[in-house]
């Protein structure tokens, strides 16, 4: 086994300990690869659980389940410090907005809204996110803690990058901002200074809290942004596109190659030793006229791919393998939706199945009509489908409060999901999760939708609900009704309302399927 | 650390009635039990039996029988607890389990109660396979495997733990994972 470039064998690396990038890792057997991978993970467990915060280290003051220990930055709107997370066992990063920033007029509601829809996203290259709340009247973000360098100080401290390596940092900025982009985000602050390199080589875009929907990136942080990497729409003061994170991502990579910025549109690229095509996939990024930039982050991504030639197919490792997948689905997304009704108009009729399960010490067991649900019992949604499909499913209560169950922040599950058989909500780092049943003498309704394209209308919907809803306990089931929509009938009216404002998405039988469930719950067995 | 404090020279001793001995070895190897165990007992479970006290009484009941107990060198006293150990966490989680504890948590998303937190944070069928695989190993090469990766000792630490060299025991420890993970690979 070897680890091209890094010298000694994997095996002795990883035996003293050493950080190792297990996406450029490579062996003769794929079996042997995986296998030291595997044990990668057990090592890492156990000094993570057996680990406890340092109770020398600084505490600041605690801000709900965290213990803030040290302030690492501050802008205008935001601190950001480093803090940890009991529950996870971990160091997180946690941005809090400062009170003057909602003085003057950057909502609190808005901030934490971007919060919970980068939770959703779950891509390696992009920052982890892992929620969003307000605890003693500040409202903060928190993510994964990385340890490592940001690209500004690597090219500072070590000069510039080769074009190889170069375009190996931009395909994994492109696997990150197709998943922002496919979210329905805009990144808006593309730069060497916002992307890290971990210790072990993954690279990870970061800054998410710049990030938004483009009203309201473009409302609160058009200011903020740094001039070089604008695009000249964006300098004219043009609404934020994603072609514009793409102009900022060439601008990033042009400055890895070379130290310097673009200046006046003009590249400076055609140099001895920088690859020819990787500079042409780099200059058409850069094109001032968005229609002539890539038409996404995943057709970037196959021209620097396509100038590495070999290079990358030759990467091959385990989690190599996970990242591919992952550009598959991204690029499933970004196509579009025009691109995607003329793909699933050439499939047979859609066929997904769908069942509300119970989940009990001996496995799983369906809900059928009647079905006996207590407080306690613990409930799961079991999916088969032959294409990506789209999971919404959302609970009424007696008292009329509906909630969201799926998609939710935090979860590393997220719409599409992966064709195939899946179980939501799914586990999370290892972690087997359940809706649980936890109030009793009630009468509630479960909805289930699928569909085989997003939602738009559905999903603008659910962005706008309390999102606080989210914490709420969630409860039993009994009664399946039909589909289509036509057929379901829906007691709540809080869920009657939200089918009835989407009912022209949902009633599209070819592409969308809608499950019901009526139940009582009962007190604990 | 001297050279006469080395877990066979102080298992003789406590073996011949040295009580000193035996309170050194409870102090060698219980912080290092503790942190190990910290994440093997089941949430359901924690609150029933501390997952602390449940190591310091086999530590001490097994320190209490150390007349019994034949040490075969190369760190397979370390071995041994770990193994007495993980064998009595899983009879708490059977006892547990067949007593039907009731799950309180309230949350709109819960963790799989009946795992722990290493079965969470590795996966229960990868955590199976690897202990699987780690059984099927010699001796020697799983006590060099447990030390190194489960209780993260240095080689200078393994090295006295086993009589050798820190070289020697580099060269050893690289031998027995690969040839774990030649097992690990196999299986899958």
Do not use: H, K, N, V
């Given at each position: 086994m070897s680890v091209p470039g890094h010298g000694p064998d994997l095996v002795d690396r990883f035996v003293d300990g050493e950080p190792i990038d297990w996406s450029r890792a490579t062996a003769n057997d794929d079996a042997l690869l995986d296998a030291l991978y595997t044990l990668d993970q057990v090592r890492a467990a156990y000094q993570r659980i057996g680990g406890t915060p340092d109770p020398r280290g600084p505490r600041l003051f605690p801000w709900g389940p965290l213990v803030v220990q040290e302030k690492i930055g501050s802008g205008a709107s935001a601190e950001v410090f480093r803090a940890w997370d009991a529950g996870l066992a971990t160091p997180v990063a946690l941005k809090l907005l400062r009170p003057e920033a909602a003085a003057a007029g950057l909502r609190s509601e808005d901030f934490l809204h971007e919060g919970r829809l980068l939770a959703r996203i779950s891509q390696r290259n992009v920052l982890r996110v892992y929620g969003a709340a307000v605890h003693d009247g500040r409202p903060g973000i928190w993510a994964e803690w990385i340890e490592g360098r940001t690209l500004d100080a690597i090219v500072e401290g070590d000069g510039a990058f080769a074009d190889r390596e170069a375009a190996h940092v931009g395909l994994e900025l492109c696997a990150a901002l197709a998943a922002i982009h496919a979210a329905g985000l805009v990144h808006g602050d593309v730069k060497a200074s916002n992307v890290l390199r971990a210790r072990g080589g993954r690279i990870v875009l970061a800054d998410l809290g710049a990030a938004g929907t483009p009203d309201v990136l473009n409302a609160s942080l058009r200011t903020q942004a740094t001039p070089a990497y604008l695009s000249p729409q964006s300098r004219d003061g043009a609404p934020r596109a994603a072609a514009d994170d793409l102009y900022a991502l060439g601008v990033l990579l042009h400055f890895l190659l070379t130290g310097t910025y673009p200046r006046d549109g003009r590249?400076?690229?055609?140099?001895?030793?920088?690859?020819a095509g990787v500079a042409g996939a780099i200059e058409h990024a850069l094109s001032p006229k968005p229609q002539r930039r890539p038409a996404s982050a995943h057709a970037f991504a196959t021209a620097l791919r396509a100038a590495i030639g070999g290079d990358a197919s030759a990467r091959e490792a385990p989690v190599r393998r996970c990242r591919t997948t992952l550009i598959v689905a991204a690029t499933a997304l970004a196509l579009g939706l025009a691109a995607f009704a003329a793909w699933t108009s050439r499939l047979p009729a859609w066929q997904p199945q769908a069942q509300l399960v119970h989940r009990t010490a001996d496995g799983r067991e369906a809900l059928r009509d009647g079905a006996d649900l207590r407080v306690g019992d613990r409930l799961e949604l079991t999916l088969a489908s032959d294409r990506p499909t789209w999971a919404y499913v959302l609970n009424e209560d007696a008292a009329g409060s509906m909630h969201v169950l799926f998609p939710l922040a935090g979860l590393r599950r997220a719409n599409p999901l992966p064709q195939g058989e899946g179980v939501l909500p799914g586990d999370q780092d290892g972690r087997a999760l359940s809706w649980q049943v936890s109030s009793e003498g009630g009468r509630e309704e479960f909805v289930v939708v699928l569909a085989d394209a997003p939602l738009a209308r559905l999903e603008e919907r659910l962005a706008a609900l309390d999102a606080a809803a989210i914490d709420a306990p969630q409860r039993g089931v009994a009664r399946i009704s039909g589909e289509p929509l036509a057929n379901v009938s829906v007691q709540g009216r809080q869920l009657a309302a939200l089918l009835s404002a989407a009912s022209a998405e949902l009633a599209d039988a070819r592409h969308v399927r809608v499950l019901a469930y009526h139940f009582e719950t009962r007190a604990s067995r | 650390m001297l050279a006469e404090e080395t877990t066979a020279f102080l298992l003789d001793r406590a073996r011949g009635g040295d009580d000193a001995a035996r309170d050194r070895l409870a102090a060698r190897y219980l912080p290092m039990l503790r942190r190990w165990a910290h994440g093997r007992l089941p949430p359901s479970t924690r609150d029933l039996t501390d997952t602390d006290d449940l190591v310091q009484v086999t530590l001490f009941r097994v320190l209490k029988q150390i007349g019994t107990f034949e040490y075969g060198g190369a760190g397979s006293f370390l071995a041994y607890l770990r193994s007495t150990l993980l064998n009595l966490l899983r009879n708490e989680i059977r006892r547990v389990a067949r007593r039907g504890q009731s799950l309180e948590l309230d949350e709109a998303l819960v963790e799989d109660?009946?795992?722990s937190p290493l079965e969470q944070a590795i996966g229960r069928e990868r955590l199976e396979r690897y202990e699987a695989a780690l059984e099927a190993l010699p001796a020697r090469a799983r006590e060099l495997v447990i030390m190194r990766l489960e209780f993260d000792m240095t080689y200078e630490d393994i090295a006295n733990e086993v009589q050798s060299t820190p070289d020697a025991v580099r060269m050893a420890i690289k031998r027995a994972v690969e040839a774990l993970a030649r097992s690990l690979g196999n299986g899958a």
């Open positions: 590249c400076d690229l055609r140099r001895p030793g920088i690859d | 109660e009946t795992a």
